[in-house]
T-cell receptor, first 117, second 116 residues
């Protein structure tokens, strides 16, 4: 596709339920980021992949959060035993190259709005 | 780690006026400063960026200035139009500390409203 695609757009989960959020980056993009955006706030970094390697997961808030990108393209962010504080928009972004190899612009998807009730 | 502060949180202007949004950052190693526009229900979209080796950059009605000494950078929008209404985010990124891949630290956002 032409841009970063995320699915589902909206997800309502009952507290304690597991959820999986999908990101289809722009074809050929090496770098993939996940960000969490709470209501009225700026996005906050969760994790980074370079191809299939997860190089940074320092932003994941707890061990209930897990991300993977097994073939270096599609990525999934999984949240186990969801809690109300997990309610947020989850944004995926991709860029052609890492910045230290000359990459610049990160393209964001529309996000998945997760509501935990 | 990096901390980015953004002001004001809301900005209301009349169509045709200029709008200025300011950000400060804490990590002197930061060297890339993008600005994003986010419309309701959409992801952030890059509108302009600046690197630390440049003091100013302009693209039509939008300009960004950077003061490395003071560690602050600003977005200037001239001749504002109603379609400029959105939330604007500044961000900072660094090569240092293993974040050479471009991890962004965002400001809190500014809600810009342009009245016709």
């Amino acid at each position: 596709g032409a841009g970063v695609s995320q699915s589902p757009r909206y997800k309502v989960a009952k507290r304690g339920q597991d959820v999986a959020l999908r990101c289809d980056p722009i074809s050929g993009h090496v770098s993939l980021f996940w960000y969490q955006q709470a209501l009225g706030q700026g996005p906050e970094f969760l994790t980074y992949f370079q191809n299939e390697a997860q190089l940074d997961k320092s932003g994941l808030p707890s061990d209930r959060f897990f991300a993977e990108r097994p073939e270096g393209s599609v990525s999934t962010l999984k949240i186990q035993r969801t809690q109300q504080e997990d309610s947020a928009v989850y944004l995926c972004a991709s860029s052609f190259l890492p910045r230290d190899l000359g990459g610049t612009e990160a393209f964001f998807g529309q996000g998945t709005r997760l509501t935990v009730v | 780690g990096e901390n980015v502060e953004q002001h004001p949180s809301t900005l209301s202007v009349q169509e045709g006026d200029s709008a200025v949004i300011k950000c400060t950052y804490s990590d002197s190693a930061s060297n890339y400063f993008p600005w994003y526009k986010q419309e309701l229900g959409k992801g952030p979209q890059l509108i302009i960026d600046i690197r630390s080796n440049v003091g100013e950059k302009k693209d039509q009605r939008i300009a960004v200035t950077l003061n490395k000494t003071a560690k602050h950078f600003s977005l200037h929008i001239t001749e504002t139009q109603p379609e400029d209404s959105a939330v604007y985010f500044c961000a900072a990124s660094t090569h240092a500390g293993g974040t050479s891949y471009g991890k962004l630290t965002f400001g809190q956002g500014t809600i810009l409203t342009v009245h016709p």
